[in-house]
């Protein structure tokens, strides 16, 4: 090409991507059909003179998160990349977006279910606005005092406005005949009748190993064994998954929570999860169908692409 269609080309170019002008407006002016209009563009960019550079919002690797979206056909999928590269640091940037998460799709009126986790303690911290919502504990106490599930449904009520259901019973019991118990009284069975109104919950991702699942904390040696003899590789909800993320029963009739089926009937279910150990059960949880929507790191979501 000679300089002058060379001019030409860029004079385009710049009036369509820096001056937001149409294809007619720029045919209109250079006396040309649109159509020879969308072709320089397109050569503009093919050829280089044209560079186009999409900057990352925040801490979010936007290409990972579209893969991880596109691979598992979740809702919302955010893989986050902490400035501080420590277990702390990123446990607290996931908490962080997944936080910015509900405050930008939570609307007036929705339920929101929590389950218990040390990740997901965080959020509340970095909430700070949302619309008139209850709040629902899915599973029962797991953790210190000021950091389980009741805790966070009275703290994130408190920003919110609206009415707490806490459920005030260790997660998993010793015994069949003490979840009975349990569930017969009248406060458990009044949270447990706010599962079916939930509309957005958020769950933590537990990977079978010591200190990885608050689940594997709660039980003796020989029972983790076990389970782990079984197949179990994760848990959500204290609901336990093989590798594959096929159900396992192991702890069904001890778990103090949320039913499966109805946890699966809710719209958006998003889960919070890092940690190396967790790459497995992260990939168990997706698979399972159990989950929506993922708040995750990059080193995870990497692993589970791969």
Same mark, same amino acid.
């Given at each position: 090409m000679g300089p002058d269609d060379l001019f030409q080309r860029a004079v385009i170019a710049r009036r369509y991507y820096l001056e937001g002008r149409t294809r007619i407006q720029i045919a209109e002016e250079f006396g040309i059909s649109r159509f020879k209009v969308a072709r320089e563009i397109d050569e503009a960019l093919a050829s280089g003179m044209v560079e186009i550079t999409i900057h990352d919002p925040g801490s979010v690797d936007v290409e990972l998160s579209s893969q991880l979206q596109r691979r598992f056909g979740l809702?919302?999928?955010?893989?986050?990349?902490?400035?501080?590269?420590?277990?702390?640091?990123?446990?607290?940037?996931?908490?962080k977006v997944t936080a910015e998460l509900l405050q930008s799709i939570l609307r007036e009126d929705d339920v929101v279910g929590v389950d218990c986790g040390r990740t997901l303690t965080k959020i509340a911290n970095h909430l700070t606005a949302l619309p008139r919502v209850d709040v629902v504990q899915l599973t029962g106490m797991a953790g210190?005092?000021?950091?389980?599930?009741?805790?966070?449904?009275?703290?994130?009520?408190?920003?919110?406005?609206?009415?707490?259901?806490?459920?005030?019973?260790p997660l998993v019991v010793s015994d069949s005949r003490t979840a +009975?118990? =349990?569930?017969?009284?009248?406060?458990?069975? /009044? &949270?447990? #009748?706010?599962?079916?109104?939930?509309?957005?919950?958020?769950?933590?991702?537990?990977?079978?190993?010591?200190?990885?699942?608050?689940?594997?904390?709660?039980?003796?040696?020989?029972?983790? +064994?076990? =389970?782990?003899?079984?197949?179990?590789?994760? /848990? &959500?909800? #204290?609901?336990?998954?093989?590798?594959d993320g096929k159900r396992l029963p192991g702890l069904d009739e001890r778990r103090m929570g949320v039913d499966e089926e109805i946890l699966r009937a809710v719209p958006t279910v998003i889960a919070l999860v890092t940690g190396h150990a967790k790459i497995a059960a992260t990939r168990a949880v997706l698979r399972s169908g159990l989950v929506s929507s993922m708040v995750t790191d990059a080193e995870i979501a990497a692993a589970v692409l791969a």
């Open positions: 809702e919302h999928a955010y893989v986050v990349v902490a400035d501080e590269n420590s277990p702390q640091g990123r446990a607290d940037a996931v908490a210190a005092l000021t950091s389980n599930g009741a805790d966070l449904v009275r703290r994130i009520t408190e920003i919110s406005g609206g009415r707490s259901w806490p459920m005030y019973a +009975e118990s =349990l569930t017969g009284t009248q406060q458990i069975q /009044e &949270t447990l #009748a706010r599962h079916n109104k939930v509309t957005c919950a958020v769950v933590s991702v537990g990977a079978w190993s010591p200190g990885a699942s608050q689940v594997y904390e709660l039980l003796t040696a020989e029972e983790t +064994e076990q =389970l782990e003899r079984a197949g179990v590789c994760a /848990e &959500t909800c #204290a609901l336990l998954l093989d590798a």
